[in-house]
T-cell receptor, first 112, second 116 residues
Framework: NAGVTQTPKFHILKIGQSMTLQCTQD?????MYWYRQDPGMGLKLIYY???????DKGEVPNGYNVSRSTTEDFPLRLELAAPSQTSVYFC???????????FGQGTRLTVV | AQKVTQAQTEISVVEKEDVTLDCVYE???????LFWYKQPPSGELVFLIR??????QNEISGRYSWNFQKSTSSFNFTITASQVVDSAVYFC?????????????FGKGTHLIIQP
């Protein structure tokens, strides 16, 4: 059972480029989330989804987009990357609202 | 708006000492859930506990215990007889059932260092 899988683990992006962070889960969870973690700042919610075809903004959505075409996959798209998007990105899933969230290993993204 | 405050940025203790990590929260929801997660140096987030706002009983799991006090809006975490493997960043988090966004509101974390 793989749980939540994120790819890539590390990436360096140039300013203005775009990329997609991949996230897939094999636990058939309806709820999926994207967080970013900056040093000393905890994790902040970027976007979340309560099921296939349904997404909504979290606390820090600017500069990002998501889609949820299947239960398993929840990719995060960065358009026109900026240095402020340098961070560690975590994808998570949970079976329901307010339940335990299972996190992926994270993607460390550097924008230069 | 929800908020979680972990005032202790870093704590350093010697192995076998007991240590308490503080967590204070703010929410307007009458029903809410509190969590603790551990982030070891390898970087992944490990779930430790979930409590709902109606259950104020303290919980013990091995060397770990949690003290939930609604009167002071606190959900503190104690490690008894600490070990080097307990070294990690610990996050307290909150989620509610009000009309706001789903997902967890995290504190900034407490970096716990256990010295041998």
């Amino acid at each position: 059972n793989a749980g939540v899988t994120q790819t890539p683990k590390f990436h360096i992006l140039k300013i203005g480029q775009s990329m997609t962070l991949q996230c897939t889960q094999d636990m058939n969870h309806n709820y999926m989330y994207w967080y970013r973690q900056d040093p000393g700042m905890g994790l902040k919610l970027i976007y979340y989804s309560v099921g296939a075809g349904i997404t909504d903004k979290g606390e820090v959505p600017n500069g990002y987009n998501v889609s949820r075409s299947t239960t398993e996959d929840f990719p995060l798209r960065l358009e026109l990357a900026a240095p402020s998007q340098t961070s560690v990105y975590f994808c998570a899933s949970s079976p329901g609202r307010n339940t335990e969230a299972f996190f992926g290993q994270g993607t460390r993204l550097t924008v230069v | 708006a929800q908020k979680v405050t972990q005032a202790q940025t870093e704590i350093s203790v010697v192995e076998k000492e007991d240590v308490t990590l503080d967590c204070v929260y703010e929410t307007r929801d009458t029903t809410y859930y509190l969590f603790w997660y551990k982030q070891p140096p390898s970087g992944e987030l490990v779930f430790l506990i979930r409590r709902n706002s109606f259950d104020e009983q303290n919980e013990i799991s091995g060397r770990y215990s949690w003290n939930f006090q609604k009167s002071t809006s606190s959900f503190n975490f104690t490690i008894t007889a600490s070990q080097v493997v307990d070294s990690a960043v610990y996050f307290c988090a909150l989620s509610g059932v009000g009309g706001g966004a789903d997902g967890l509101t995290f504190g900034k974390g407490t970096h716990l260092i256990i010295q041998p």
